[in-house]
């Protein structure tokens, strides 16, 4: 049972660049969720998606785009990219309508800005 | 507004000691889902287990075993007999609704825990 996959595992951009991010969910789930978390600090919920439409978001500027893809796959994109936007990046998959709303996690990717 | 406050930030043990994992939440609904993940050196969110707020009763499984209590809203997790595999960073959450459909997780700041031999 394929868990939840992210790539790439380490990225290092400059002020200013976009970056692409991107997460497979686990078998089975159809939802997708980001998170941002930055060093000695609780995860923080950017936004998620079902049925490729941006379901909830939280509290990040327009920088922060998604897409979900057909196959639930989905993107996080950061525009003009900040020092404070340096954290690990995570994705969690859940299933809509299952019966228990338990997201899970897949390993990070660690985002630095120079 | 909902919130979840770990107040131990770091929590050292010797191997074999029970150590118990604090967590204080906030909400206004009357229904709600809490979480504990465990986030070990490679960054990795394990999920650990869940409870629904109209579900007091506390169990245990295996070493791990919680103690929730609406009364103090709090959500608080016990290891027994610690083990080094145990140490990372514990995080507990509180789902927001919508529930069953992957509400957003509000996590609190964690507790690193350390588990010496």
């Known amino acids: 049972d394929a868990g939840v996959t992210q790539s790439p595992t380490h990225l290092i951009k400059t002020r200013g660049q976009q970056v692409t991010l991107r997460c497979s969910p686990k078998?089975?789930?159809?939802?997708v969720s980001w998170y941002q978390q930055a060093l000695g600090q609780g995860p923080q919920f950017i936004f998620q998606?079902?049925?490729?439409?941006?379901?909830q978001r939280g509290n990040f500027p327009d920088r922060f785009s998604g897409h979900q893809f057909p196959n639930y796959s989905s993107e996080l994109n950061v525009n003009a990219l900040l020092l404070g936007d340096s954290a690990l990046y995570l994705c969690?998959?859940?299933?809509?309508?299952?019966?228990?709303?338990?997201?899970?996690f897949g390993p990070g990717t660690r985002l630095t800005v120079l | 507004a909902q919130k979840v406050t770990q107040a131990q930030t770091e929590i050292s043990v010797v191997e074999k000691e029970d150590v118990t994992l604090d967590c204080v939440y906030e909400?206004?609904?009357?229904?709600?889902?809490l979480f504990w993940y465990k986030q070990p050196p490679s960054g990795e969110l394990v999920f650990l287990i869940r409870?629904?707020?109209?579900?007091?009763q506390n169990e245990i499984s295996g070493r791990y075993s919680w103690n929730f209590q609406k009364s103090t809203s709090s959500f608080n997790f016990t290891i027994t007999a610690s083990q080094v595999v145990d140490s990372a960073v514990y995080f507990c959450?509180?789902?927001?609704?919508?529930?069953?459909?992957?509400?957003?997780?509000?996590f609190g700041q964690g507790t690193e825990l350390s588990v010496k031999p």
């Open positions: 969690a998959s859940s299933l809509y309508w299952g019966n228990t709303d338990t997201q899970y």
């Open positions: 409870r629904n707020s109209f579900d007091e």
């Open positions: 909400t206004r609904d009357t229904t709600y889902y």
């Open positions: 959450a509180l789902s927001e609704a919508p529930y069953n459909q992957g509400g957003k997780l509000i």
């Open positions: 078998s089975g789930h159809d939802t």
């Open positions: 998606y079902y049925e490729e439409e941006e379901r």
